[in-house]
């Protein structure tokens, strides 16, 4: 419910002003602020509820690098209030129809961005160092991917920063038709936005096929054909509108009637990223319904989330025409909210996948591939843990070998509490963890195809 609702803001936020900009149609500047400040309201509710859903008890608890539960939810709660109290200020002036600051939007830009950057490098580097540990195919997409969406947020950036630089200091109201012609052109733009659109490309692509191969089970059930069919149509639907870059086969209508395919292209085509990015959440969505550990749902859910509101939410067309009142602004200030909510999902998820034997067993019982990823997380991260607990213990010892020799049988009391750290379960587990994934894999290439 959340994610229909998240993005269906981002859907409207982000395509009003390209309605508008393809038809002869032109409102009155009350009935934009008025739709603007409803977008506004739904996106504080928004944040609100997921703030809420995200909280945890274990707020003290590690995730990577330093971070804990508590420090990162407190940078994105800081985050949203500063966006927030952004938004208030702007709907303040565009109430009473007075002119508003354009340095707002670049304010909004720059939280916006660097906050999604900051969570998606720190998961990325995670991602990395799991791959080290354990290398995966499916881990290795996701990592592209993110890798990707993290340089087209960047370019994002300094896109978004040099044409807002030199739009007017002050908004007045004006038609929106207005503001598209006062658009200002540069060189530099016609550089930035192909590259803008490369990375994109290449990052939907890559999670596209880390989503598809994950759901490759219901493949069984429809067949290879329909199922790779049905699936391609989010990857259709995305890559279409960049036709007219290649071949352009609507060159004819564009001519003849360029407000009907305007108006056309817009109605058709405007949620192409919001629909990718409702695709690429099914991944974690099903496979919240395949597991009955009740905190690992919610991570998953949470995942889910993040993964929807992210790819959804990295289009600044909009914004960057500073329209009265500025539409886009709402899907901007979506995009730290989305990459924390991939970021601490995922994380947490190897973190619980880790420390629960019992989830481990269900994953090992269950062959659904959309739990492949959390099986590898998990055990990863496992790994990671036992061999970190090891070197400090390693550590330990070479310490005080240098400074007192002992005999092996005062180990214990050198290093009191050492066999707690130890802990041979552990080590026992990875095994376990090893030896029944490679029977699993066994199984399955000696088992015939049907």
């Given at each position: 419910m959340v994610i229909i609702f998240a993005i269906s803001v981002m859907i409207v936020d982000s395509t009003i002003v390209k309605y508008i900009a393809f038809s002869n149609k032109e409102f009155p500047t009350p009935v934009y602020v008025s739709i603007f400040v409803t977008l506004a309201v739904m996106f504080i509710g928004t944040v609100i509820v997921?703030?809420?859903f995200v909280k945890s008890k274990n707020s003290e608890s590690g995730l990577r690098r330093g971070l804990s539960v508590k420090t990162t939810y407190l940078i994105i709660a800081v985050t949203q209030f500063l966006l927030i109290s952004i938004m208030v200020i702007i709907i303040q002036p565009t109430i009473g129809?007075?002119?508003y600051n354009t340095l707002s939007l670049l304010a909004v830009v720059f939280i916006s961005h660097i906050t999604g950057l900051f969570f998606l490098i720190i998961l990325v580097l995670t991602l990395v160092d799991w791959i080290m540990t354990k290398r995966d195919k499916i881990l290795l997409l996701y990592t592209i991917s993110f890798s990707l969406t993290a340089i087209a947020i960047m370019t994002s950036l300094i896109y978004a920063t040099y044409v807002l630089s030199h739009q007017a200091s002050n908004?007045?109201?004006t038609s929106i038709h207005l503001s598209l012609i006062d658009f200002p052109r540069g060189e530099l733009t016609t550089y930035f936005g192909p590259a803008l659109d490369i990375t994109s490309i290449l990052s939907f692509v890559s999670v596209w096929i880390a989503s598809a191969v994950l759901l490759s089970?219901?493949?069984r059930r429809i067949g290879k054909i329909r199922y790779w069919l049905i699936t391609s149509i989010p990857l259709i639907y995305f890559l279409f509108p960049?036709?007219?870059n290649v071949v352009d086969i609507f060159q004819s209508l564009v001519v003849s009637s360029p407000v009907l395919y305007g108006v056309l292209?817009?109605?058709?085509?405007?949620?192409?990223?919001?629909?990718?990015?409702?695709?690429?959440?099914l991944v974690f969505l099903v496979a919240s319904t395949l597991v009955t550990k009740q905190e690992m749902q919610k991570y998953l859910l949470i995942s889910a989330i993040g993964m929807a509101v992210l790819y959804g939410s990295i289009e600044i067309d909009t914004l960057l025409f500073a329209t009265?009142?500025?539409f886009g602004v709402v899907t901007a200030s979506f995009i730290p909210m989305g990459a924390y909510l991939v970021f601490t999902g995922i994380l947490r998820s190897a973190t619980l996948v880790a420390r629960d034997s019992e989830l481990r067993k269900e994953f090992y019982n269950t062959a659904m591939p959309q739990l492949n990823l959390l099986k590898t997380i998990g055990v990863t991260q496992m790994e990671k843990e036992l061999i970190t607990k090891y070197k400090v213990i390693d550590k330990r010892i070479r310490s005080i070998e240098e400074h007192s020799?002992?005999?092996?049988?005062?180990m214990k009391e050198a290093l009191p509490g050492l066999d707690d750290d130890l802990d041979k379960e552990k080590a026992r587990e990875i095994l376990h963890d090893v030896l029944t994934e490679l029977y699993s894999k066994s199984r399955t290439d000696r088992k015939p195809d049907v």
């Open positions: 997921l703030l809420g129809l007075k002119n908004t007045r109201p089970t219901y493949s960049f036709e007219k292209n817009v109605t058709i085509f405007s949620a192409t990223k919001q629909i990718g990015a409702l695709f690429f959440s009265y009142p500025p020799p002992f005999e092996k049988d005062d």
